[in-house]
Protein backbone atom coordinates (compact mmCIF):
# COMPACT_ATOMS: atom_id res chain seq x y z
CA UNK A 1 0.00 0.00 0.00
CA UNK A 2 1.29 3.62 -1.00
CA UNK A 3 1.04 5.97 1.77
CA UNK A 4 2.42 8.62 0.14
CA UNK A 5 -0.25 8.90 -2.06
CA UNK A 6 -0.98 12.48 -3.13
CA UNK A 7 -4.18 13.28 -1.69
CA UNK A 8 -4.34 16.26 -3.76
CA UNK A 9 -4.17 14.35 -7.19
CA UNK A 10 -7.40 14.25 -9.42
CA UNK A 11 -9.53 11.26 -8.40
CA UNK A 12 -11.20 8.86 -10.23
CA UNK A 13 -15.02 9.05 -10.24
CA UNK A 14 -17.06 6.51 -12.31
CA UNK A 15 -20.50 5.78 -12.81
CA UNK A 16 -23.30 4.35 -15.10
CA UNK A 17 -26.73 6.90 -16.11
CA UNK A 18 -29.26 5.68 -18.69
CA UNK A 19 -32.11 7.29 -20.33
CA UNK A 20 -34.37 5.49 -22.73
CA UNK A 21 -37.34 6.43 -24.45
CA UNK A 22 -40.48 3.88 -25.00
CA UNK A 23 -43.58 3.88 -26.80
CA UNK A 24 -45.38 6.46 -24.01
CA UNK A 25 -42.72 7.66 -21.78
CA UNK A 26 -39.30 7.49 -20.70
CA UNK A 27 -37.36 5.40 -18.33
CA UNK A 28 -34.09 6.11 -16.39
CA UNK A 29 -31.86 4.18 -14.86
CA UNK A 30 -28.57 4.38 -12.75
CA UNK A 31 -26.47 2.68 -10.37
CA UNK A 32 -25.54 3.80 -6.80
CA UNK A 33 -21.78 3.48 -6.31
CA UNK A 34 -19.65 7.12 -5.51
CA UNK A 35 -16.45 6.43 -5.66
CA UNK A 36 -13.42 8.23 -4.88
CA UNK A 37 -10.50 6.87 -6.82
CA UNK A 38 -10.57 3.30 -5.84
CA UNK A 39 -12.80 4.13 -2.38
CA UNK A 40 -16.56 3.99 -2.27
CA UNK A 41 -17.44 6.63 -0.26
CA UNK A 42 -21.49 5.87 -1.17
CA UNK A 43 -22.68 2.32 -2.33
CA UNK A 44 -26.27 3.67 -1.88
CA UNK A 45 -26.17 6.80 -3.85
CA UNK A 46 -29.54 8.40 -5.64
CA UNK A 47 -28.18 9.25 -9.17
CA UNK A 48 -31.49 10.12 -10.49
CA UNK A 49 -32.80 13.60 -8.98
CA UNK A 50 -36.01 15.16 -9.48
CA UNK A 51 -36.47 18.91 -10.73
CA UNK A 52 -39.95 18.96 -11.56
CA UNK A 53 -42.94 16.74 -11.08
CA UNK A 54 -42.47 15.36 -14.75
CA UNK A 55 -38.58 15.92 -15.28
CA UNK A 56 -35.82 14.06 -13.69
CA UNK A 57 -31.62 14.30 -14.35
CA UNK A 58 -29.21 11.60 -14.34
CA UNK A 59 -25.98 12.62 -12.41
CA UNK A 60 -22.00 11.55 -13.42
CA UNK A 61 -18.90 12.68 -12.75
CA UNK A 62 -18.13 15.15 -10.13
CA UNK A 63 -20.95 14.32 -7.98
CA UNK A 64 -20.51 18.45 -6.47
CA UNK A 65 -20.81 19.83 -9.37
CA UNK A 66 -24.10 17.79 -10.51
CA UNK A 67 -25.52 18.29 -7.36
CA UNK A 68 -25.15 22.25 -7.40
CA UNK A 69 -25.92 22.17 -11.52
CA UNK A 70 -29.48 20.34 -10.58
CA UNK A 71 -29.98 22.65 -7.43
CA UNK A 72 -29.87 25.93 -9.30
CA UNK A 73 -31.94 24.03 -12.53
CA UNK A 74 -34.45 23.43 -10.00
CA UNK A 75 -35.05 26.87 -8.56
CA UNK A 76 -35.40 28.55 -12.19
CA UNK A 77 -37.35 26.06 -13.26
CA UNK A 78 -39.69 26.62 -10.14
CA UNK A 79 -39.86 30.24 -10.40
CA UNK A 80 -40.57 29.40 -14.15
CA UNK A 81 -43.56 27.16 -13.58
CA UNK A 82 -44.84 30.23 -11.13
CA UNK A 83 -44.38 32.87 -13.77
CA UNK A 84 -46.38 30.59 -16.76
CA UNK A 85 -48.97 28.63 -14.66
CA UNK A 86 -48.25 25.19 -16.26
CA UNK A 87 -45.42 22.87 -15.78
CA UNK A 88 -42.03 23.85 -17.71
CA UNK A 89 -41.24 21.17 -20.61
CA UNK A 90 -38.86 18.70 -20.51
CA UNK A 91 -36.89 20.75 -23.40
CA UNK A 92 -36.67 24.15 -21.67
CA UNK A 93 -35.13 21.94 -18.36
CA UNK A 94 -32.60 20.55 -21.04
CA UNK A 95 -31.68 24.24 -22.01
CA UNK A 96 -30.78 25.44 -18.33
CA UNK A 97 -28.54 22.71 -17.79
CA UNK A 98 -27.23 23.01 -20.99
CA UNK A 99 -26.58 26.54 -20.60
CA UNK A 100 -25.25 26.39 -17.18
CA UNK A 101 -23.15 23.85 -18.58
CA UNK A 102 -21.38 25.38 -21.38
CA UNK A 103 -21.31 28.91 -19.21
CA UNK A 104 -19.06 26.80 -16.83
CA UNK A 105 -17.29 24.01 -18.59
CA UNK A 106 -13.67 25.35 -17.89
CA UNK A 107 -14.64 24.53 -13.96
CA UNK A 108 -17.62 21.64 -14.28
CA UNK A 109 -16.74 18.38 -14.21
CA UNK A 110 -20.33 16.42 -14.78
CA UNK A 111 -22.11 14.65 -17.73
CA UNK A 112 -26.14 14.70 -17.30
CA UNK A 113 -29.20 12.72 -18.92
CA UNK A 114 -32.56 14.78 -18.50
CA UNK A 115 -35.31 12.81 -19.26
CA UNK A 116 -39.22 13.65 -18.84
CA UNK A 117 -42.56 13.82 -20.12
CA UNK A 118 -44.86 16.49 -21.57
CA UNK A 119 -47.78 17.59 -22.89
CA UNK A 120 -46.17 19.06 -25.84
CA UNK A 121 -43.60 16.34 -26.96
CA UNK A 122 -44.58 13.43 -24.96
CA UNK A 123 -41.40 11.25 -23.35
CA UNK A 124 -38.35 12.80 -24.75
CA UNK A 125 -34.43 12.16 -23.38
CA UNK A 126 -31.35 14.82 -23.75
CA UNK A 127 -27.67 14.20 -22.85
CA UNK A 128 -25.69 16.90 -21.57
CA UNK A 129 -22.19 15.50 -21.63
CA UNK A 130 -18.99 17.50 -20.33
CA UNK A 131 -18.84 20.86 -22.77
CA UNK A 132 -22.84 21.50 -22.21
CA UNK A 133 -23.45 20.26 -25.69
CA UNK A 134 -27.34 19.58 -26.01
CA UNK A 135 -28.61 16.68 -28.01
CA UNK A 136 -31.27 14.46 -28.23
CA UNK A 137 -31.64 11.08 -28.43
CA UNK A 138 -34.40 8.61 -28.08
CA UNK A 139 -31.29 6.58 -25.60
CA UNK A 140 -28.57 7.97 -24.13
CA UNK A 141 -25.91 6.65 -21.68
CA UNK A 142 -23.50 7.97 -19.33
CA UNK A 143 -20.49 7.73 -17.10
CA UNK A 144 -17.55 5.57 -16.97
CA UNK A 145 -19.44 2.18 -17.29
CA UNK A 146 -21.19 3.40 -20.85
CA UNK A 147 -17.76 2.26 -22.43
CA UNK A 148 -18.81 -1.60 -22.31
CA UNK A 149 -22.90 -0.87 -23.49
CA UNK A 150 -22.42 0.94 -26.52
CA UNK A 151 -22.54 -2.49 -29.19
CA UNK A 152 -24.81 -3.77 -26.27
CA UNK A 153 -27.81 -0.45 -27.36
CA UNK A 154 -26.91 -1.00 -30.90
CA UNK A 155 -28.29 -4.77 -30.67
CA UNK A 156 -30.55 -4.50 -27.99
CA UNK A 157 -32.60 -1.38 -28.21
CA UNK A 158 -35.54 -0.68 -30.26
CA UNK A 159 -38.02 1.63 -31.43
CA UNK A 160 -41.43 1.24 -30.03
CA UNK A 161 -41.03 -0.56 -26.45
CA UNK A 162 -43.27 -1.07 -24.13
CA UNK A 163 -42.94 0.13 -20.74
CA UNK A 164 -41.77 -2.94 -19.30
CA UNK A 165 -39.21 -3.59 -22.37
CA UNK A 166 -37.87 -0.69 -21.38
CA UNK A 167 -37.14 -0.95 -17.97
CA UNK A 168 -35.81 -4.35 -18.05
CA UNK A 169 -33.15 -3.09 -20.50
CA UNK A 170 -32.01 -0.25 -18.61
CA UNK A 171 -32.11 -2.73 -15.08
CA UNK A 172 -29.81 -5.58 -17.87
CA UNK A 173 -27.56 -2.95 -19.23
CA UNK A 174 -26.64 -1.37 -15.58
CA UNK A 175 -26.15 -4.57 -14.51
CA UNK A 176 -23.50 -5.51 -16.84
CA UNK A 177 -21.92 -2.26 -16.70
CA UNK A 178 -21.62 -3.19 -12.86
CA UNK A 179 -20.31 -6.29 -13.75
CA UNK A 180 -17.65 -4.76 -16.00
CA UNK A 181 -16.61 -1.39 -14.36
CA UNK A 182 -14.92 -1.50 -11.11
CA UNK A 183 -16.23 2.42 -10.74
CA UNK A 184 -19.77 1.61 -11.17
CA UNK A 185 -21.91 -0.97 -8.50
CA UNK A 186 -24.08 -1.21 -5.68
CA UNK A 187 -28.18 -1.39 -6.15
CA UNK A 188 -30.30 -0.16 -9.20
CA UNK A 189 -32.96 2.57 -9.34
CA UNK A 190 -35.05 3.40 -12.28
CA UNK A 191 -37.54 6.16 -12.76
CA UNK A 192 -40.45 5.43 -15.30
CA UNK A 193 -41.94 8.50 -16.53
CA UNK A 194 -44.84 9.08 -18.76
CA UNK A 195 -48.93 11.00 -18.99
CA UNK A 196 -49.60 8.88 -15.77
CA UNK A 197 -46.83 10.19 -13.45
CA UNK A 198 -43.51 8.91 -12.24
CA UNK A 199 -42.59 5.75 -11.00
CA UNK A 200 -39.71 4.95 -8.91
CA UNK A 201 -38.19 1.42 -8.48
CA UNK A 202 -35.42 -0.20 -6.51
CA UNK A 203 -33.53 -3.27 -7.37
CA UNK A 204 -31.24 -4.64 -4.68
CA UNK A 205 -27.56 -5.93 -6.00
CA UNK A 206 -28.39 -9.36 -4.86
CA UNK A 207 -31.17 -9.47 -7.09
CA UNK A 208 -29.53 -8.21 -10.73
CA UNK A 209 -28.73 -11.11 -13.68
CA UNK A 210 -25.32 -12.34 -13.19
CA UNK A 211 -23.13 -12.18 -16.06
CA UNK A 212 -19.98 -14.00 -17.23
CA UNK A 213 -17.52 -15.14 -14.49
CA UNK A 214 -19.81 -13.09 -11.76
CA UNK A 215 -20.04 -14.60 -8.40
CA UNK A 216 -23.71 -15.18 -6.80
CA UNK A 217 -23.84 -13.76 -3.57
CA UNK A 218 -22.38 -15.86 -0.59
CA UNK A 219 -22.35 -15.48 3.37
CA UNK A 220 -19.28 -16.56 3.81
CA UNK A 221 -16.17 -16.99 2.29
CA UNK A 222 -16.09 -20.65 2.52
CA UNK A 223 -19.32 -20.76 0.56
CA UNK A 224 -17.83 -18.59 -1.92
CA UNK A 225 -14.63 -20.62 -2.28
CA UNK A 226 -17.11 -23.60 -2.22
CA UNK A 227 -19.59 -22.30 -5.12
CA UNK A 228 -19.44 -23.32 -8.38
CA UNK A 229 -19.00 -21.02 -11.23
CA UNK A 230 -22.16 -19.30 -12.54
CA UNK A 231 -23.63 -20.07 -16.14
CA UNK A 232 -23.18 -17.14 -18.81
CA UNK A 233 -26.16 -15.18 -19.04
CA UNK A 234 -27.69 -15.04 -22.63
CA UNK A 235 -28.77 -11.71 -23.97
Known sequence: MDLNMNVDAPHSMGTTIIGVTYNGGVVLGADSRTSTGMYVANRASDKITQLTDNVYVCRSGSAADSQIVSDYV??????????????????????????LSYSNKNMLQTGLIVGGWDKYEGGKIYGVPLGGTLVEQPFTIGGSGSSYLYGFFDQAWKEGMTKDEAEQLVIKAVSLAIARDG??????????INSEGVTRNFYPGDKLPLWHEELEPQNSLLDILNAPSPEPMNI
Not at 183 to 192: E, Y
Open 183 to 192: ASGGVVRTVI
Open 74 to 99: RYFLHQHTIQLGQPATVKVAANLIRL
